[in-house]
């Protein structure tokens, strides 16, 4: 990541600038600003081919949610290994918080890590390990249009290294689940207290 | 938080201003920025008779780990029940990029889920419920001066309502176990592969 960021960082006033812009108009009601992320760069790139590129800076982004399918309560090879830390990207987190909704352009981001340990001083349970996989889901009407809800979905792999770039998933092996059991626009907001809280009160 | 941040948003420009310089500093290596924390605001505050006010604004801060201690499997009734969702401050986050070090002033939020499902179409497993608990660590040599390692504990209840205030834990009842366990400067660094990833490679 600090490659690309010391690539645009001497035009760092200006973008200072546009940055300083874009913070007056996003601050009410609230924002996160990646600061290694220029205001007019897309939150994930593509490939002149169609391949979505492994997205950089995420690790910043807001966390929505961490569900945990352990290998040893999945027959020892879990469909997701182990830890899922799932985030948003930053613009579309504030959107959520206006309104409740995934907006065109949403990028989520699901890293997988696997179990390091079961048992610590706080407890037994489940610890994070090592980083092991890399997913990302996009809503994008333009790009996706043949896809239901206009959901995409990506993975860069279950074992590292991780795939530089991915192709679109059949629509089958991800985004029919999620069209079936996800309540919400095709996310799993159910298992995300993190976006019901930040949802408008109805 | 929005009352806070209307609170402060008419001076937004001249906040911008300062942010755009903020941003220019802090451009390299990488940053995430608050919008809704103003440039000179605390990241926490405490009252008058040095109780720790309830932070703001945590869940944009940066994600840096999420164990699980389910209560079925601490016998019903686990320390901290049950998913914890750990924050860092955003500049201490970028202090610990650089330097792979928790710089005085570090804020370490642990806002705790219950446990909501055991089994999704991803697998069986653990999946976040609903918030119920919320506690807090901060380093502070001035403030903590006393303290092991200038580390100190707040917890804001493990039920909702949260307590508005928190008074320092006794230091046998966590820093003492901090102090024996975790593996870098009182905190749990072994837990968290966001840190490890995060700090400069040696």
Redesign the interface.
């Known amino acids: 990541?600090?490659r690309s960021?010391?690539g645009w960082?001497g035009g760092?006033?200006a973008?200072?600038?546009v940055?300083?812009?874009t913070?007056?108009n996003?601050?009410?009601?609230?924002?996160?600003?990646?600061?290694?992320k220029p205001a007019d760069k897309p939150v994930v790139e593509f490939s002149d081919d169609g391949k979505m590129k492994q997205p950089t800076?995420y690790?910043?982004w807001?966390?929505v949610?961490?569900?945990?399918?352990?290998n040893d309560?999945?027959g020892g090879d879990?469909?997701?290994p182990?830890?899922?830390?799932v985030?948003m990207d930053p613009d579309s987190?504030v959107h959520y918080e206006k309104t409740g909704e995934y907006r065109d352009g949403t990028v989520l981001v699901k890293e997988l890590?696997s179990v390091?340990?079961k048992e610590?001083?706080?407890?037994?349970?489940?610890?994070?390990?090592?980083?092991i996989g890399l997913e990302v889901s996009m809503k994008d009407a333009k790009r996706f249009k043949d896809e239901p809800g206009n959901w995409a979905y990506f993975s860069f792999g279950h074992k590292y290294p991780l795939k530089e770039t991915a192709t679109t998933a059949a629509t089958a092996s991800c985004n029919a689940?999620h069209q079936?059991?996800a309540k919400q626009d095709y996310v799993?907001t159910?298992?995300?207290?993190?976006l019901r809280?930040?949802a408008p009160k109805k």
């Open positions: 990541m600090s960021i010391r960082v760092g006033v973008i200072a600038g940055l300083a812009f913070l007056w996003v601050a009410q009601p609230s924002a996160v600003i990646a600061a290694d800076g690790r910043k807001p966390f949610g961490t569900p945990v399918t352990p309560m999945n879990a469909p997701f182990e830890f899922h830390i985030y987190f890590t390091g340990t610590a001083t706080s407890g037994k349970g489940y610890f994070m390990g090592e980083y689940c079936a059991n799993f159910q298992y995300y207290p993190v809280a930040a």
